[in-house]
């Protein structure tokens, strides 16, 4: 009999996600849990996988089409006696013309769900965890296992994947196993213009660059921006960074020391570490400090989380910042990983800029942004010296922060980070 297998909801209420690569074509026998697609959503590429065991009938979609969540994704001929993976069939609601089959609220892959007050759906399962896995076939050792990141990038310099030896489960090629092929290469002759003079090219906006456009639209219409500036003498972050990356063996960037130190500034400013409730005309102070920072990726702008950095020290942030942005920048950051932030940060001067106007993260309602660190001229004690400074920028949610408020938190920030070595008091592993 046939069964149709609906899109399920792919975590935050997403209400589509996009068609990336298909793994099966009509026709092939899938195993249960053998991978179906990849898709794309406003935070990860995500995988997945066949709640049946059978034949693929009809595939509802080609690579870059937008699917909704809960409209057919794939067709399944399956026998009777046939397995299902239950767990996965949670996630999406039941079309597939079987009215006896029970209606199932759309969630996250994996998760089961239950109704708390107020019709609020919180998962059973933790994120990231899904039932054990079923034994699958061995990969067809013809074709090449990779994400569509390294494939688009292997395309753009011009490389055959099948001639590199992937170091993933399975043999999948990574983003690493490409840069180290790359890094043996002559460099490339200068490419010509992509677009020829007098001509003009219309490019779809799809995928997670469709979403960051919906998402920053709505943040600077609905939320009244102000964003409050601050230049500090960074010599002692510095000078502390150097110190903890030779005692702890971790790269320590000035981040990670702007992020504990935000963290200090946030619990005694506790509005901004909250977010608005419209609905309820309520501001929802957090007790967590979970600190999202910006990354840029092939994919667009994405958020991987540094959760409770409140009780971390510098160095396990610096450690965890490598390993989440790698991830995001690879397309395998998990919705754990890129959801769930309280209060964000962007390092603006790793691209050479001296200050920004950042977007807020709605529904937080702050983020602050880091300046290049360039030495200047600076007074101290009177005198003139060489000192590296930097600009920090809070953006802010006028509805919830006071102007005064946000400048006292940032002359809080600025106290902090010119004499940070009190911080040093903080776990430093």
């Known amino acids: 009999m046939e069964r149709t297998f609906n899109l399920p909801d792919l975590g935050e209420g997403l209400e589509d996600a996009e068609v990336v690569e298909w793994k099966v074509a009509e026709g092939d026998a899938v195993e249960l ?72 609220e759309a969630v996250l892959v994996g998760y089961g769900v239950e109704q708390g007050s107020k019709g609020r759906r919180r998962t059973l399962r933790p994120p990231g965890t899904r039932p054990a896995p079923v034994p699958q076939r061995p990969a067809d050792p013809g074709k090449v296992q990779a994400s569509p990141v390294v494939r688009r990038l292997a395309k753009e310099h011009g490389v055959d994947l099948a001639t590199i030896a ?6 999948r090629i990574r983003r690493g196993d490409l840069e180290q092929a790359l890094s043996g290469r002559e460099p490339a002759p200068t490419a010509a213009p992509a677009i ?54 971790v790269k320590v960037s000035p981040l990670p020391v702007v992020v504990r130190a935000l963290v200090e500034v946030v619990q005694r400013h506790p509005k901004l570490n909250a977010s608005f409730d419209t609905e309820a005309g309520e501001i929802v102070l957090k007790g967590s400090c979970h600190v999202g920072i910006a990354t840029d990726t092939d994919q667009g702008l994405l958020v991987p989380v540094i959760r409770d950095a409140d009780r971390k020290g510098i160095a396990t942030i610096a450690r965890e910042t490598a390993e989440i942005a790698t991830a995001a920048r690879e397309g395998r950051g998990t919705p754990e990983q890129l959801t769930g932030s309280t209060i964000t940060i962007t390092n603006v001067g790793t691209f050479g ?28 004690d009177g005198e003139l010296q060489p000192r590296r400074v930097a600009t920090l920028s ?35 592993r």
Request: proline share 8%; charged share 25%; glycine share 10%.
């Open 394 to 428: 809070l953006s802010f949610d006028h509805r919830i922060i006071d102007g005064a408020e946000a400048g006292r938190a940032m002359t809080d920030l600025a106290t902090i980070l010119e004499s940070p070595f009190h911080l040093g008091a903080l776990p430093r």
């Open 166 to 171: 992937g170091s993933g489960p399975g043999g």
């Open 196 to 249: 020829s003079p007098g001509t003009e090219e219309r490019v779809p906006v799809r995928g997670i660059r469709r979403l960051i456009a919906q998402k920053m639209a709505k943040a600077w219409a609905e939320v009244p921006h102000v964003t409050t500036f601050r230049t500090i003498d960074a010599t002692w972050v510095d000078a502390l960074r150097r110190e903890l990356t030779e005692e702890s063996g």
């Open 33 to 104: 849990n053998q991978p179906l697609v990849d898709v794309n959503t406003a935070k990860a590429l995500v995988e997945i996988p066949s709640p049946y065991e059978g034949t693929i009938v009809k595939l509802h979609g080609a690579g870059g089409d937008v699917i909704e969540v809960g409209s057919p994704l794939v067709t399944f001929e399956v026998a009777d006696d046939a397995p299902v993976d239950e767990s996965i069939l949670a996630g999406a609601a039941a079309r597939d013309g079987d009215e006896s089959a029970p209606k199932r």
């Open 353 to 380: 800029s001296e200050y920004g106007t950042p977007i807020i993260n709605v529904p937080e309602v702050a983020i602050l942004a880091l300046g290049a660190i360039r030495e200047r001229p600076w007074v101290v």
